[in-house]
Each structure stands twice: as C-alpha cells, then as structure tokens.
C-alpha cells in the first residue's frame, strides 16, 4: 500500500527530494512485479542522484521482466523529523511503498560516515536493524560498493555483501531470492544459495575469534555453503557493461547535475595510499565508437549541456584526444560541453583540454599529493614538480586562471619539510601564472590547496599504517596553514581530524565495530558526513559505551604478519605484492605504471584479465 506524503511536503525545505516521478524514472505495476528491490543510497537524494553506479544497477534491474527497483534515500533532517511525528514510514520514490514491503532492500557502500544512515532507513522503513532479529517474510538485505571489501563493522546488518562488480552478481542474487521466495524456502537456505554465488559473502555463516592482545585471530566458516574466501567480482568488456542512457533527470539541483560517461575503469598507476585503484584493477576501456553512441544517446535522453569523462584517471584513457575531438564535433551544435573531472599531473594534454573549453571552460583539478619528491616517491605519486609547473603553465597559457590542488597531511614518513613543502608548491603554481606575459594571461589568479588527513585503507599498502593522532593532526594543519600567510594568490583549506578519525576506525575495523555503530546510532549519530550533524562526543561515548579504544583501530601500526578483518575477500591484490610495496615505500622506491610491464599483484592469476599482465 502507497504510504500519502501529501500533508509532510509543505513543511520541508526541498520537496523535490521526496516526490519522485522524475523524467526517465521507471514505474512498473509493484504488485505484479516477481521480485522487488529497493536499491537505497545512504544519503540525501541530492548526493544518491549524483551516482553513477546506482543508475547502472536501476536500470539493469528494471530492465528484468519480473522485476522492479525503485529507489529509496535517506531523508533530511527536516522530512525525518515529521514522518517520526507522524509515524510516516521510509517509503521508495516511484510508488511511496514503505521499504519493509520489499523482497530485497539494497544499499550502496560509499563511505564509511554514512554507516548510521543505514541503521536509521532500516528502522524507519519498518525493517529490523539487525539481521538476526529478522523472520522468515522479512526483506533481505545486501550492500555492495566499495566499502563493502572490509564487511566485518556492519557484518550484523547486513545479510549479504556483494563483492566487486555488481553488473552481473546483483541479477544473480535477485534471481537466487526470487527462487528462494517461490519455493518457500526458509531465510537461513536462502542465504545459503547466496554464499555460493561467486562474489557474495554472508556473514551470519563466519565466525570471528580473537588473541588476548585484542587483534583478530581468525574469522573462518562454520556453514560448508561459505567459502574460505570470497573472490571479487570483475566485469571484462566495458563495450557490453550497461551505461544508463535514459537515467531519472532531477527536478532539483544535485551535486553532480550532468551526464556522467564511464569512458574506463580501473587505473595503472599504484598509488600506495588510494583504495580504488587497487579495488577497481585491472583496467577495462570503452572504445571511442561506443562512447560516442552513448553521449549522443545521453543528449537525446536527458537534455542535460555537460559531459563528465568519468574514470579514477580520465587523461589516461588511451584515446582521450580523439573521443573529445569526436564528442565536441557531435555534440558542439548543442551547446554541450565536456569535462575532465581526473586529470594527472603529468598527462595535462593541451589539445585535449582545449577541446573541452571550446563551448565552456571548465575548472581544473590536480593532485600533487604530497609538498616534497621524496614523499611524492612514498606513496608512488609518480609526478615531479616540473610536470606540475609545465601543466598549469600551459592551463594559464589557455585562458585558466584558477587551479585546485589536493594534498594530504599524514602519510606515511611525513616530515615537517614535507608538508611546508604544500606551500612551496603553491609558490610554483603563482609561477607559473607569472610566467605567462601579462598581456597572455587571464586575470584573477586563484589556487586553492586542499589537504585531507591520511586513512589507511584495506587492500592498500598503507593498510598496516597508523593514522596521526588528533593533536599531530591539528599541529600539521596550523604549520601550512601558517606557511601560506604570505602567498596572496594562494589559500589553504584542511578537513577536520574527528571525521577522518572515526572514518579510520571503519575503514580498517573488525566484527566488534559493529557493536559500536549500533550504540552510536542508539546515542542520535546520523547524517555524520555532513559536519553540521557529525556528533564527534556520541561517536566517543559509544565506544567507551562498548569497551574498544579508538586508538587500537586509528593509531595502531600493524604487523605485516597481523590477520586483518577483510583477508576472507579477495581482490585479487596479494597480500604479498601489497608487502612488497609497503616495504618500497620505507625506503622511497617507486613502482613502474603497470602498462609499462606486469608488477605482480595478484590479477595475473587471471589468464587473459589484465592486459598488463600479457
């Protein structure tokens, strides 16, 4: 039944969030539907309508005969605030079905501050938060994305993980709990068929143990339908991987309000601290013919004027000049310009970008990284401050005058030299503007820095690392910030150290995590992305509340030989390569790109996946 939402819209800020029945969005009849699954994003609509990934696996959903997928998202604070008043449940934008009337709920793991989110959509939707307390008619959860490689702190919510690429594992798990649910199977054998499905991983079948001294000792199956380990999922040829073409078109402004075109995925480079290039190897491309089929098809579907190129690297597509000579010729009579959202340091092509300015100028980003070549050289950055300096020189010879450049405080083998370095390199960048002659140059010259705090993340070779402590952090932060005092073209903006503090924690936590997400949530954490409503004295009580200690899981350096919580999944990174890097990184050693020959991490095992590897 439909859950009214008529009487709760004048009283919030942006009804648009919650109306649904947005161009493109697909209705189907829910009572006929074979199966249904409500794919929930952990955030405002906002946020959800700016992901690429939930409108691939909606309209692969929708496009099954015998089932439906609507979309679910967290409310704000103003629309929570009365459907609790009134007792209003979580409810889906396509037909306002509450969730609990769903057969499966999904959601999608972005980051780890939007854990108590899901705690709350469960609750508000009439879901039992803990997987244990569910019964036999009850929705079965999952969760895939990229935090879903470290399961372990939400392992009593979730029923099922889906590890690594969802195009093909999502249309499997629904089909195996469509089946489920004909033959009237109990929920225990329905999980059961899931574990076998290549890719998924259900926790309830694991058990965890640990060593006097509080690290993980083992976390093993006691059910013979789980595996040891669960491999990841990996989608070969992006030509066939679904691109949503005819996605929903916002009546409201969202943060990423534009066709985003997933042009590759994965990346070559091995940056020791980035997570998503380890996770999304090997590399996979689009061919230029598909690409611009699928813009153009875009355009016509969705009337939006702008094109992201979206990949971890967009300038390390091997064809980008001819795709954007190619989109700017087809698309240029529409008014639709493209973007380059990941640029490189070191690969700035300037045909490429003038391209991309031909109907509008887009901003330009880049990401040293780290202020001095040392450090650049520990985290296997791979650029140089001349390839910055040649860059921007050419991007204010083109008509640019601002730039953003992030960095990172915290990294491994930091230094004080290091980071003063963050304002040196800001000094190079106002060179390079100088360098132009002045009559060449476009006015107002403006660099912002922006430095995030280092998070060890899994399946990383900084995954043994310890953070900095909160005081390191802050002295870090006031020692550049006091270093760009000087620089009037130049400023500097840093992230606050209690998030990424709790986000470690997540990142790299074990099973007992869990207990305190639940207490967190218990306390009135939610929404903790967004610094106006991050509770940093909830977040601490509720882990004094459970008896852990954030600094075992922030600030610990961890032996090589520890059991980590994620070492069930395979990524098909090795531990050993992984090792093999972290050790590198002590001793400032870079590693080679891997298109120029085959590193050894672990994909190799994957005849004929990697091409690096031939």
């Known amino acids: 039944m439909p859950v009214v939402i008529d009487h709760l819209l004048s009283k919030v800020e942006k009804p648009a969030r919650y109306t649904g029945n947005e161009m493109n969005s697909t209705t189907k009849n829910f009572d006929e539907a074979e199966v249904s699954f409500a794919f929930c994003f952990p955030d405002t609509y906002e946020v959800a309508m700016s992901h690429l990934g939930m409108k691939i696996l909606y309209g692969i959903l929708n496009d099954l005969p015998y089932a439906i997928c609507e979309r679910v998202c967290m409310p704000w604070v103003d629309m929570r605030t009365e459907m609790l008043k009134t007792g209003t449940p979580l409810f889906s934008l396509e037909s306002h079905h509450a969730l ?18 899901i705690l709350d959509m469960l609750h508000m939707g009439g879901v039992k938060v803990k997987s244990a307390d569910r019964a036999e008619g009850d929705p079965i959860v999952v969760a895939g994305g990229p935090c879903a490689f470290n399961p372990e ?97 916002p009546y409201m402004q969202v943060i990423f309000d534009r066709i985003m075109l997933e042009i590759m995925r994965g990346c070559t480079r091995g940056c020791r601290f980035c997570q998503a290039g380890m996770l999304y190897r090997p590399v996979r491309e689009r061919s230029v013919d598909k690409l611009v089929q699928l813009a153009k098809e875009s355009v016509e579907n969705t009337g939006y004027e702008e094109i992201s190129l979206s990949s971890l690297s967009s300038s390390d597509y091997s064809h980008i000049a001819e795709l954007t000579e190619r989109l700017t010729d087809e698309l240029g009579d529409k008014r639709v310009s493209l973007s380059l959202p990941s640029l490189r340091v070191d690969k700035f092509v300037q045909d490429t970008l003038s391209q991309t300015q031909r109907v509008k100028k887009s901003s330009l980003t880049f990401a040293p990284e780290a202020g001095t070549q040392r450090l650049r050289d520990v985290i296997n950055k791979g650029v140089t401050e001349a390839d910055l300096v040649n860059t921007l020189h050419h991007a204010f010879m083109n008509g640019w005058s601002g730039v953003k450049l992030y960095f990172m405080t915290g990294l491994p083998t930091e230094t004080d030299e290091d980071l003063l370095g963050i304002a040196e390199l800001a000094k190079a960048a106002a060179g390079a503007y100088y360098s132009v002659p002045k009559g060449q140059r476009v006015k107002g010259l403006r660099i912002t ?35 760009f005092a000087p620089l009037k073209s130049a400023h ?47 977040w601490l009580q509720a882990f004094q509340d459970c008896g852990l200690d954030v600094d075992f899981y922030a600030h610990r350096e961890r032996s090589l030989d520890e059991v980590l919580p994620w070492d069930h999944i395979d990524a098909y990174i090795s531990k050993s390569f992984l090792k093999r890097e972290y050790e590198k990184s002590l001793r400032a050693e870079t590693t080679r790109d891997c298109r120029e020959g085959c590193n050894g991490c672990g994909l190799q095992v994957l005849k004929g996946v990697c091409k690096g590897c031939e």
């Not at 899931?194 to 640990?210: F, S």
């Not at 840093?494 to 986000?503: K, L, Q, T």
Request: glycine fraction near 4%; hydrophobic fraction near 40%; proline fraction near 7%.
């Open 153 to 249: 702190p939400l392992h009593q919510f979730i029923d099922a993980f889906m590890i690594g690429d969802g195009e093909e594992v999502i249309v499997e798990l629904t089909d195996v709990i469509r089946q489920g649910r004909k033959e009237n199977l109990p929920r225990r054998e329905i999980l059961r068929r899931l574990a076998k499905l290549e890719g998924v991983y259900v926790p309830c079948l694991y058990q965890d143990a640990y060593n006097p001294d509080g690290t993980l000792k083992s976390l093993t199956p006691i059910d013979d339908a789980a595996p040891a380990v669960v491999h990841k999922r990996i989608f070969t040829d992006m030509d066939k991987a679904y691109c949503p073409t005819k996605p929903p078109v």
């Open 449 to 483: 820095c922006s430095a995030s705090v280092f998070i060890p993340k899994p399946f990383t070779p900084f995954q043994w690392c310890a953070q900095d402590r909160p005081e390191e952090v802050k002295r870090k932060q006031f020692m550049v910030k006091d270093a």
């Open 492 to 538: 500097f903006i840093y992230h606050d150290s209690a998030v990424s503090r709790m986000e470690a924690c997540f990142a790299v936590g074990d099973r007992r995590m869990s207990d305190v997400l639940y207490r967190a949530w218990e306390l009135g954490c939610l929404l903790d992305g967004w610094m106006e409503y991050f509770r940093y004295d909830l």
């Open 100 to 117: 609990h009337e769903f057969d499966i709920i999904g959601f999608t793991l972005q980051y780890e501050m939007s854990y108590t989110n």
